[in-house]
């Protein structure tokens, strides 16, 4: 079976994008818009790696990756940030929560 990468980001460009190139690369992918979602997926099936965008509607991202590291069967689940924010506290902050990486998206 195809290793599954959850995308968590809630603008529509960005995830078709990430979707063909991970697709493209062999990768089973799903998508979440929002926090609650994400973790909902997260719960049905956990995939083996997140793409967490930091600002999203309702539940942030930062929030997710807490939730995510706070369950013992998804402690371990690799995170990697993907946000416009791009300040160097941010990246701090982000990794402080629980995030493996932190990628900033070029606007």
Do not use: H
């Not at 995308?7 to 818009?33: H, M, S, W």
């Not at 930091?54 to 991202?61: E, F, H, I, Q, Y």
């Amino acid at each position: 079976m195809k290793p599954l990468i959850l995308i968590v980001e809630d603008e529509a460009p960005l995830v078709t994008l990430l979707r063909y190139n991970l697709e493209k690369e062999g990768y089973q992918v799903a998508d979440a818009g929002d926090g609650d979602e994400a973790l909902m997926l997260i719960d049905e099936r956990k995939p083996d790696l997140v793409l967490l965008d930091w600002m999203l509607p309702a539940l942030s991202g930062i929030e997710v990756c807490r939730q995510i590291r706070r369950k013992p069967d998804t402690r371990d689940l690799p995170v990697i940030m993907l946000t416009a924010r791009g300040e160097e506290s941010d990246k701090v902050r982000g990794l402080n929560t629980g995030a493996d990486d932190y990628i900033t998206k070029p606007f």
